[in-house]
């Protein structure tokens, strides 16, 4: 390295400075050099003369000063990149011989396999011939059972041909069968939406132990009805864009209505406890179903315990003995009947963790929002829903989970809670105001404060959402309402958002104190800071007959239930004013 400026020997009398030096192998040299500038550099500091009036001379000392300090910084950094790069080839040279030391090892191990394989080869020649000719054998065997038994069906053929064509009676059925159910398939495909769940075997027996053993789900079909017509298909909503406008089709009525493509064979009943009148109505309705429709009935274990405490007539109702079996009733139940108020509705739907047969609500309640039909008629009512076809209203459901922040994968999330009203998030017994964080397709949407929040679908905007200022819905509107309970903000006003987006509501960790969350008014379940709400449109709604449509059962239970617009008409002048 030539000698610098600042390192010769003339103008500080240091003869080292100026010394060439080699550079080391892991560069501690240029580490070295770098302290001897910084030396070099004190140096000039200690040896100028600074005067106070000289201003140039105190900048070109603190710009000396900078230096230095640099030079000392790069030199410390080096060091300690050179110092990490010797550490991590130490450890490569360490994993490389242990490489090594495994290699020679696997080595061994295979020469030690190849020996074994090569003394043994013959046993397992022999070994495996002796298992390759059985199966062989077995295989001729079989082989000749089966011709001879296609020798004697073709033998049986022949003869039912000379015998009058008996066979092609029977063997016209299944064909026929088979275009039926082809028929049926292609009519859901045109027409709406099918219900097939039937209950098979997988074995041939005789059609009247079929008919003894199986009780067979009954198949349906929902479809759009449209006003004026005499048909019931629907006129899709297509969007045209065509000359680069945007238009539509003509939009039918959306009344949806269900046919019944197969006659119902099974009902269960669901009743209000602690109600004598409900009582005596189900055990009236029971023995009508059964002696005058034939119908197979399901009640609830206490309503059968009722039931027989009563009569031991009642020996043929049948119910459930556990969740398992009440996972797997919607396959065997054609049709719900309920008997009370909405909350009878609601306890008929949490039954459901998924698909949901229509349900045939009474109102035997308070206010009846989802409970048209009164039970003085209730044989009327249920001869028209047994003969089909009934407006049907599609009531949606939310699905909601609770995500704990301890929850590590989604195994440890908890199991899916379905809602038909609403799913409330409130402070409980805490006085602070809640925090809630609430985000929309992952996107930030507000930050919730004060008494609670409310996340209602449509059919219950009737409900705890319309206390809370939301507003009234009709239940066939797809979307998610937004309600705030007693915000701590003037413009917090409710929203109604689509039904497709997923809404999560987390409760942040600066929050004073636990949220509590409420599935339809039970199943309260504590959020502590840190845990999570996810709610969305579930897959499976809840099909609720209509009296008329869903239209006007709509308007006629607000207007008998809330009374609504119920106002005093204005009186009229007894003189005709002048114009």
Known sequence: MAPSKFNSTDSFGHGDAGVSRPHSENGFGDSLSLLQSEKAVQEILQQTPVHGSDDHLIEFSEALRTVAKALRRAAEGKAAAQAEAAEWKRRFELERARNLRLENKGNGICEKL?????????????????????????????????????????????????????????????????????????????HGICSHEVLQDAKDVDSNMVNNKIMKKASFKLSWRCKGENSDQHKHDIVYFERGNITTAERSSKQISLKWESPPQTVVILTKPNSNSVQILCAQMVRWLREQKKLNIYVEPRVRAELLTESSYFSFVQTWKDEKEILLLHTKVDLVVTLGGDGTVLWAASIFK????????????????????????????????????????????????????????????????????????DRGISSYL??????????????????????????????????????????????ILFTPICPHSLSF???????????????????????????????????????????????????????????????????????????????????????
């Open 114 to 190: 190849r020996s074994w394989w090569m003394q043994t080869s013959v046993n397992n020649g022999m070994g495996l011939i002796r298992l390759v000719l059985p199966c062989l054998l077995c295989w001729e065997i079989w082989k000749e059972q089966d011709r001879r038994l296609y020798e004697e069906q073709s033998f049986k053929e022949n003869n039912s041909v000379s015998e009058g064509g008996r066979l092609e009676n029977s063997t016209s059925q299944p064909v026929l069968l088979n275009q039926e159910r082809e028929h049926s398939n292609r009519a859901c495909l045109e």
């Open 354 to 425: 998924g698909p949901v047969p229509p349900i045939v609500p009474f109102s035997l309640g308070s206010l009846g929002f989802m409970t048209p039909f009164h039970s003085e008629h209730y044989k009327d009512y249920l001869d028209s829903v047994l003969r089909g076809p009934i407006s049907i209203t599609l009531r949606n459901r939310l699905q909601c989970h609770v995500i704990r922040d301890a929850a590590k994968n989604e195994i440890e999330i908890e199991d899916p809670i379905l809602v038909l009203n609403e799913v409330t998030i």
């Open 434 to 479: 809640t925090n809630l964080e609430c985000y929309c397709d992952n996107s930030f949407v507000t930050c919730v404060q004060g008494d609670g929040l409310i996340l209602s679908t449509t059919s219950g905007s009737t409900a705890y959402s319309l206390a809370a200022g939301g507003s009234m819905v009709h239940p066939q509107v797809p979307g």
């Open 493 to 579: 006003r409710p929203l109604i958002l689509p039904e497709h987006v997923t809404l999560r509501v987390q409760i942040p960790f600066n929050s004073r104190s636990p949220a509590w969350a409420s599935f339809d008014g039970k199943d309260r379940k504590q959020l502590a800071p840190g845990d999570a709400l996810v709610c969305s449109m579930a897959p499976w709604p809840v099909p609720t007959a209509c009296q008329v449509d869903s239209t006007d059962d709509f308007f006629r239970s607000i207007h008998d239930g809330l009374h609504w617009n119920l106002r005093k008409t204005q009186s009229s002048f007894d003189v005709p004013l002048d114009v």
